[in-house]
Every structure is written in C-alpha cells, then in structure tokens.
C-alpha cells in the first residue's frame, strides 16, 4: 500500500511512533516482504504491544521490523507454533540470531494483522546498527504529499525570569493568506515559551498526521 494511516515520531500515550503504519484497509492477510537481504534476528508473540513481530537484520546491521502481523510465514509459523507448544504459553521472544535464517529481499516473511493493537495495519520500522529507529521516509521510500501542513494556533507561556515557572498563558489564533500564517505580535517583558498547534496531511487520504519537523527562525 502507499498510503500510511500513521507516520514516524507521532505521540502516543507513553511514547513516541517508532515507525510507519501502513494502511490495509481494514483487511487482513496482505503478504509482508523482506525489504533486503538479511537473517531473522527475532521474533515475539504477544496480545499485546507488537502482537506478532519479526525483525531482520540486515547486512549492513541494520534492523527492519514487521508488526502487528496476523501469521509469520508458514515455515516460520510451524517453527513458533512447535515452540510455543514446548513453552505451553502464547507469550514468546526469541533470538535466532545462531540459527542464521536467511531471507531474501522480496521473500514473504508474514501476513498483515492486527495482533497487538488494531485496527488492521502493517507497522513498520527501521534501525540502526544501534537498535535506534529512525524514519523510514528519510530512505528511498515516499508518499504522495503536495499537502501542507495546516497551523491553528500558536501557544505562549509567560516564564518567571528567575524560576522560569509559567506565569501566563495565552493562544494567537493565526490569519491565513495562502500557505502563510500570521499571527500578529506577541509581547513579553521577559522569557517566553512558544508551541504551535499544526497537523499534516497526505494526498488521497483522511488521516491527520504530526509534522516531522518545525524550525524557528530568529531575525
């Protein structure tokens, strides 16, 4: 699918969206593809979090994740299900990285789910030789988006000069002339804070999405 329904970096109740949410239409059992060359490093089962997850390691180190999944592979499945037969629990993660189980880019290593957190989707992430996610948009990867974001206020907190404990709060409400907005004057006697309320949209879609990037400039 070239559509994503979540992007990278977005808040959660207790974190930031490690990776890209695919959209699947509310279907399950799209076929999942390795992405490259690589070894599956490691897999989990979990009703919760993840649900069915793999992750690959690739040649250069770096990591693909693949979650939410509803069933790996059938080779691969028949190996988890033998596992979690021994274990006697649906709860698993394992490291294979000594089997040395290869894949190819372009082998099916899953099928789409909704395992862990739904509705139906394919989350996928990518990391560095660290184990740090990064946004998969920032690779070859693109989504149609001509779309810019869309601002609706901008938040100022008036700061103690010592303390810097907010004394103040006001929101500007911006006036918009095409893609620019104007939010009039803010005046202060000493330290502020500033926010602004902004979403992102992709073309072809209803989702509202963070924006990855704000810079402010000053003079």
């Known amino acids: 699918s070239p559509y994503i329904s979540s992007t990278y970096g977005e808040t959660r109740a207790a974190h930031f969206h490690a990776g890209l949410d695919i959209r699947t239409w509310g279907r399950e059992g799209y076929r999942v593809f390795a992405t490259r060359d690589g070894i599956i490093s490691r897999i989990a089962t979990s009703p919760t979090g993840y649900g069915k997850v793999i992750f690959l390691r690739h040649t250069d180190n770096s990591y693909s994740v693949y979650a939410h999944l509803n069933r790996f592979e059938d080779h691969l499945m028949a190996f988890v299900d033998s596992i979690r037969m021994e ?7 394992i490291n294979l990285e000594s089997r040395r189980m290869a894949v190819k880019q ?14 139906p989707h394919l ?3 990518l990391r560095t030789p660290d184990n740090e996610p990064f946004n998969p948009l920032l690779t070859n990867l693109t989504i149609d988006d001509t779309i810019p974001p869309v601002f609706t206020g901008l938040g100022v ?8 404990h907010v004394v103040e709060r006001e929101t500007q409400r911006p006036r918009r002339e095409g893609n620019r907005y104007h939010f009039g004057t803010v ?5 502020v804070g ?9 073309d072809r879609t209803t989702n509202v999405y963070a924006v990855y990037r704000l810079s402010l400039v000053h003079e």
């Open 187 to 191: 005046k202060s006697r000493g330290p």
């Open 87 to 93: 274990n006697g629990s649906a709860l698993l993660d």
């Open 157 to 164: 907190e008036h700061l103690d000069p010592k303390t810097l």
């Open 194 to 202: 500033l926010s602004v309320n902004v979403h992102d949209r992709a």
């Open 106 to 119: 372009g082998d099916v290593i899953a099928y789409t789910g909704s395992t862990g957190a739904g509705p």
């Open 123 to 125: 989350h996928f992430e």
